[in-house]
């Protein structure tokens, strides 16, 4: 609807007709030079995210199996049977534990090598190289590097534990330490991304506080404690969150390096998801537990959100 003020101008004579048609001819064309842009993207986000979330929502509701034969609509059957399956939330468990051991030294580890570096150790281009190196590679390698590092024969570390007169295990078939060791390659993998956030984080913290804190007579440790991990608190917040989402959705590791053995004790459950569907052939029921976590992922990030936010104001 056109402003009183604008058509009394244009009854005026102030702004002629045809200038206002030239204006709307203008920003027609550039509106559609912009959706030209963003067609592509459209197109592909609607094809491989938007089209899959609803197909696998509707797979939920169905008894669906990979062999082709379609069981129709079940309704909440699938639901109804993965909140009473056993293995799901022993998958869900294991997948949470692993969250819980992962995220304390990907965000610990990461901080104490970004301080090393920032402290202006000799060779800092190559301690940041061997630090995100690794980030670098592809899961198979490094799980294939870590299956042998693990072996109970021909594995490094068995072979300088024996060397030192320690106990060797058999890390990867053992439901003590499977766990366990898959969190240490995983931490050796990815803490590099970690350490890069920090290490941007601290390179952009004020020298004029350190100089004042010196002044008053704070030393390095009051200076760490009072300046620099507090100024990291929105940093640690973003990698905590990164952290967490990450580790809830671990899969290549677990499924290279141990296939969720032994006896099920490393299993997370998007293994158990695939599993399901590609192994059991219940796409139905698959597609079930994968909405039934992916819920779950939904209200830990409020959660973990919230609480951040509370905690930065």
């Not at 920032?118 to 590679?137: A, C, E, I, K, V």
């Not at 053992?174 to 991304?193: E, H, K, P, R, Y």
């Not at 952290?243 to 590791?253: N, P, T």
């Not at 141990?258 to 158990?272: C, N, Q």
């Amino acid at each position: 609807m056109t402003s009183p003020t604008l058509t009394s101008r244009v009854m005026a004579g102030a702004l002629p007709a045809s200038g206002m048609l030239v204006r709307k001819r203008k920003r027609f064309t550039e509106n559609r030079t912009g959706w030209l842009f963003v067609t592509p993207f459209l197109v592909m986000f609607a094809l491989f995210l938007v089209w899959p979330v609803i197909y696998g929502l509707y797979l939920s509701f169905t008894g669906q199996s990979l062999t082709g034969a379609n069981g129709g609509l079940i309704g909440f059957a699938n639901y109804a049977e993965a909140f009473q399956d056993a293995d799901m939330w022993r998958s869900l468990g294991n997948t949470v534990l692993f969250t819980v051991l992962s995220t304390v030294p990907l965000v610990v580890v990461a901080l104490v090598l970004a301080l090393l570096v920032h402290l202006g150790l000799p060779g800092q281009w190559l301690w940041r190289l061997s630090f995100f190196l690794p980030y670098l590679l592809a899961s198979t390698v490094v799980s294939l590097f870590w299956v042998w590092m693990y072996s109970p024969q021909l594995g490094f570390i068995n072979d300088v534990l024996s060397r030192l007169g320690l106990p060797t295990s058999d890390w990867l078939n053992d439901q003590n330490t499977a766990m366990l060791s898959i969190v240490v390659t995983t931490v050796w993998w990815t803490v590099g991304f970690n350490f890069l956030l920090y290490l941007a984080a601290l390179q952009n913290i004020p020298e004029q506080q350190f100089e004042a804190a010196a002044l008053d007579g704070a030393g390095k440790w009051r200076q760490l404690f009072s300046i620099t991990i507090p100024q990291l608190g929105p940093t640690t917040g973003l990698i905590i969150i990164l952290q967490v989402l990450a580790s809830l959705k671990v899969f290549d590791q677990v499924y290279q390096m141990t296939a969720g053995g032994p006896a099920g004790s490393t299993r997370s459950i998007l293994e158990y998801v695939f599993e399901t569907g590609f192994t059991g052939y219940r796409l139905g029921y698959s597609s079930a537990i994968s909405y039934v976590f992916f819920a779950i992922i939904i209200i830990i990030s409020v959660l973990q959100f919230r609480f951040i936010s509370r905690r930065h104001a």
